[in-house]
């Protein structure tokens, strides 16, 4: 429920859901949120990256998609997301997949320096420095910049995707209700996180 739902951590705390819980298995324990913060998810977070790095490990050919952004708080993120060939291991076909690499938080100035070492850093963790073929970007300067050192003009290729969305909010203001609710829910979460760290 929290990753599919995303529900709060503390759900697990939550007289209703321990009800429910308990009703519908009175012998199950519920793991504490400290216990689901410090053990169940990084667990889980470990299993899902090698499941990555196995896939990332079996493509010849990967491109990134990576955008840096700035909350409504003021809080900028940054996130960097594959696309590669992967086998479906049940039928042997041959499908586009795509997976979110990092989305974090900036401790830094955003400057070209910063990102190209981000882009680098991830991309050493999954093992794909040498398997890029492109690396689309909104077309910040910085992150012109950080991707271009990094590999190469050859790889940057900039999305027409911002000046798309900002068209698309001229025309429909409701789309700036959308993003600033996405920003909220995203800013719930991190305090959330951010709480049970203190545990």
């Not at 291991?89 to 938080?105: H, P, Q």
């Not at 991830?122 to 910040?140: P, S």
């Not at 012109?144 to 990094?150: G, L, R």
């Not at 900002?166 to 709480?195: F, M, T, V, Y």
Request: glycine share 4%.
């Amino acid at each position: 429920m929290i990753a599919l739902d995303f529900q709060p951590m503390s759900i697990v705390e939550d007289a209703g859901f321990r009800q429910l819980v308990k009703a519908l298995d009175p012998k199950y324990v519920l793991p504490t949120c400290h216990t689901l913060t410090k053990k169940i998810l990084p667990q889980l977070l470990s299993e899902k990256v090698e499941s990555l790095k196995t896939k990332l490990r079996q493509t010849n050919d990967v491109s990134l998609m990576t955008d840096a952004w700035t909350s409504t708080n003021n809080t900028p993120y940054l996130v960097i997301t594959a696309h590669f060939f992967c086998e479906n291991s049940s039928d042997k076909n041959i499908s586009l997949a795509f997976s979110i690499l990092t989305c974090s938080k900036i401790k830094e100035s955003c400057t070209g320096e910063y990102l190209k070492e981000e882009l680098i850093s991830t991309c050493d963790k999954f093992l794909i420095k040498e398997k890029l073929i492109a690396c689309i970007t909104v077309g910040g300067q910085n992150m012109i910049k950080a991707v271009k050192e990094m590999k190469g003009a050859h790889l940057m290729l900039q999305s027409f995707a911002q000046p798309l969305c900002a068209a698309c909010n001229r025309q429909h203001p409701g789309l700036q209700i959308l993003e600033r609710e996405g920003e909220q829910l995203c800013d719930k979460n991190e305090a959330e996180h951010n709480s049970q760290e203190g545990i």
